[in-house]
Structure formats: C-alpha cells, structure tokens
C-alpha cells in the first residue's frame, strides 16, 4: 500500500479544519443569534471542539501532519460528552445522572429537526468525522 502524499494529508488536515470551524460558528449562532442558552454539557462539548480550531489553523500553515496527534485527544473528549449528551436526549440515561441540576437542563429539547437532528447528535457527528480523519491522518504518516 502506498503512502498518501502530504497533499492528501493537506486535505484531511483542512477537512478538520473545516468541520472544526462550522462546529464552532455553530455554536455561536445557536447561542448568540437564536439566543438558545447553552448547558453544561454543551459547554463541556465547547471546550473540546473549540482549541480544535486553533490546532488545525496552525497546523496547515506551514504543514505539519503531527498535529494530529494534539487534536485526538481533544476530539476523543468531546465525542465522549457529545455522546452521553446524546443518549441523555434519548432518555437512556436516567434523570438522576444528569448532570445539570440547576440552570438550563441538559435534557431540555432546544432544537428537533426532521424529528430526530439535535445539538447533541450535530456534535457527535462532527466529534465522530474528525477522529475519523485524524485516525486516517495517523496512518498516513506512520512510516
């Protein structure tokens, strides 16, 4: 098997880059344009997705394909509460594990589209394609 030219790995840092920078002017329209209060989990997904951005920025100019080993465990992080907070919509957690008791619920429907596309599984989606792509990013520069 060959392996990817640094242009490909170009384009999986960028792709990151990308989803990393929607995610996170996402955020900020959903709490600063439509005025939905985030929770604390939300926060907690915030925090990991966030720095992403910044990694990814200074990690495509000049090129260097080992920030991708910065970025995993951060990505790894928010997919983790971005799990939890989805399945806490699903109502597989019970209401005395949530962690949000006072303030905005963590439980609390803000936003259903199509009848199942929620914050929470919005975040697991893009926590979920950048550990994708860093884990091809990975590969690709393993020698």
Same mark, same amino acid.
């Given at each position: 098997?060959? &392996?990817?030219?640094?242009?490909?790995?170009?384009?999986?840092?960028?792709?990151?880059?990308?989803?990393?920078?929607?995610?996170?002017?996402?955020?900020?329209?959903?709490?600063?344009?439509?005025?939905?209060?985030?929770?604390?989990?939300?926060? !907690? &997904? =915030?925090?990991?997705? !966030?720095?992403?951005?910044?990694?990814?920025?200074?990690?495509?100019?000049?090129?260097?394909? =080992?920030?991708? =080993? !910065?970025?995993?465990?951060?990505?790894?992080?928010?997919?983790?509460?971005?799990? !939890?907070?989805?399945?806490?919509?699903?109502?597989?957690?019970?209401?005395?594990?949530?962690?949000?008791?006072?303030?905005?619920?963590?439980?609390?429907?803000?936003?259903?589209?199509?009848?199942?596309?929620?914050?929470?599984?919005?975040?697991?989606?893009?926590?979920?394609?950048?550990?994708?792509?860093?884990?091809?990013?990975?590969?690709?520069? &393993?020698?």
């Amino acid at each position: 098997m060959t &392996q990817p030219t640094q242009s490909t790995l170009w384009n999986l840092i960028f792709s990151c880059w990308i989803i990393a920078a929607v995610s996170t002017l996402g955020s900020l329209f959903f709490s600063e344009v439509m005025a939905m209060q985030p929770c604390v989990l939300c926060w !907690y &997904q =915030r925090i990991f997705m !966030y720095p992403l951005l910044f990694i990814f920025s200074v990690g495509l100019f000049p090129f260097d394909a =080992r920030c991708a =080993r !910065y970025a995993m465990p951060l990505a790894i992080g928010g997919w983790l509460f971005a799990l !939890y907070h989805t399945l806490l919509y699903k109502g597989f957690i019970p209401e005395n594990l949530q962690p949000c008791s006072q303030g905005i619920s963590c439980a609390d429907m803000k936003l259903d589209l199509f009848g199942f596309i929620t914050i929470p599984l919005l975040s697991l989606v893009a926590f979920s394609i950048l550990i994708a792509l860093l884990i091809a990013v990975q590969k690709g520069t &393993q020698k």
